[in-house]
Nanobody, 123 residues
Framework: QVQLVESGGGSVQAGDSLRLSCAASGLTFRSYAMAWFRHPPGKEREFVAAINRGVTTYYTDSVKGRFTISRDNAKNLVYLQMNSLQPEDTAVYYC?????????????????WGQGTQVTVSS
């Protein structure tokens, strides 16, 4: 049974940093591309960042230069380091895993999803 469990969310002030973690189990982690999506209040779910089976990363424009996605294949973990957080980053953040190398910005590419972790940024 595949499980993705996010942690590290919380309530912070604008300009602060948070690091989200996603622990994966039940899958051959190194064979999966991993991503973070977010669901802001009142909006559609959106792509944030992805990392392929290697080290290639992808970001949505609004987080480039502020967020960094990384993975630790030895520990089956994927991280999202979020710096200079802004109120518009407020959302539930989801970890996702895809047995694919293509379409990593698209939610429909992903096979497994976590339950999400709340990030709230106050001005």
């Amino acid at each position: 049974q595949v499980q993705l469990v996010e942690s590290g969310g919380g309530s912070v002030q604008a300009g602060d940093s948070l690091r989200l973690s996603c622990a994966a189990s039940g899958l051959t982690f190194r064979s999966y591309a991993m991503a973070w999506f977010r669901h802001p209040p009142g909006k559609e779910r959106e792509f944030v960042a992805a990392i392929n089976r290697g080290v290639t990363t992808y970001y949505t424009d609004s987080v480039k230069g502020r967020f960094t996605i990384s993975r630790d294949n030895a520990k089956n973990l994927v991280y999202l380091q979020m710096n200079s957080l802004q109120p518009e980053d407020t959302a539930v953040y989801y970890c996702a895993a895809a047995d694919s190398a293509l379409g990593l910005r698209l939610g429909r590419t992903y096979d497994y999803w976590g339950q999400g972790t709340q990030v709230t940024v106050s001005s």
